[in-house]
């Protein structure tokens, strides 16, 4: 849930918001390149422009089966019908950079709601699972009717194939490295990369998938309070 302020508006659940924002905004312009590394894709919406880092800057699908927008989500097939979804979450914090942690948390994050059974759709990433188990287990893709928006699913299906032929002869695919010195610390395209925590912020409410443990959300919060009173002015 998105908290609202002492005494007003009873709080909205992150579904309820991004329905809100989405209701305002219009894809003007979207752009897809390749890299070494993988795809970029760029967008203009009516909430922004050009000078807009999702246009200078875009999100990054890391060949071949990654996408990096700060955060990493790998999707693992584990036979025809099932694939294994795994998200890696990075945030940046106050203090002095780098930060290290001795155990790095993580969960399993639920896909339907254990006392009705139905899809959990509060969430960024839940909503995506539900459009993605919404085509079908398999779906039929000669019934598609591709359009402009697609340009970057089907130049990520070209490749697909063009790597896999590569393969098939003998030659490396694409985004192997095989250089030990460049094969240490990739610096990929992130936006906000730049920017610092602001000070007196809190951590940020974690709205890409249900199932956060608490005591994970009181780990950063200790932390944020740990290294923002230690941070210089």
């Known amino acids: 849930m998105v908290p609202g302020d002492d005494g007003g508006e009873p709080p909205l659940s992150i579904a309820a918001v991004a329905a809100r924002c989405l209701d ?67 945030e ?27 899809f959990i759709t509060s969430h960024v990433m839940n909503q995506d699972f539900v459009a993605w188990v919404g085509q079908g287990t398999i779906a039929d893709r000669t019934k598609e009717h591709l359009g402009e928006g697609d340009r970057g699913v089907i130049l990520l299906r070209r490749r697909m194939l063009e790597e896999s032929a590569a393969v098939a002869a003998g030659r490396d695919p694409k985004g192997v490295i095989r250089d030990p010195d460049k094969n240490h610390a990739l610096c990929l395209p992130r936006v906000g990369r730049d920017a610092p925590p602001a000070v007196g912020s809190t951590p940020t409410p974690f709205v890409f998938h249900a199932g956060q443990p608490r005591e994970i959300v009181d780990e950063m919060r200790r932390i944020w309070a740990e290294r923002s009173a230690t941070r210089p002015d």
């Open 24 to 90: 305002r905004l219009q894809l003007l312009k979207i752009e897809f390149d390749e890299f070494e590394w993988g795809f970029v894709y760029r967008r203009v919406r009516s909430d922004t422009t050009e000078d807009n880092e999702l246009w200078t800057v875009g999100r990054v699908c890391l060949w071949p089966n990654c996408l990096y927008t700060g955060k990493f989500e790998w999707r693992v097939p584990i036979d025809d019908e099932r694939t294994l979804h795994v998200a890696w979450f990075n």
């Open 92 to 118: 940046r914090v106050p203090g002095e950079a780098p930060f290290s942690q001795a155990r790095i948390p993580y969960w399993h994050g639920p896909i339907t709601d254990p006392a009705g059974g139905g």
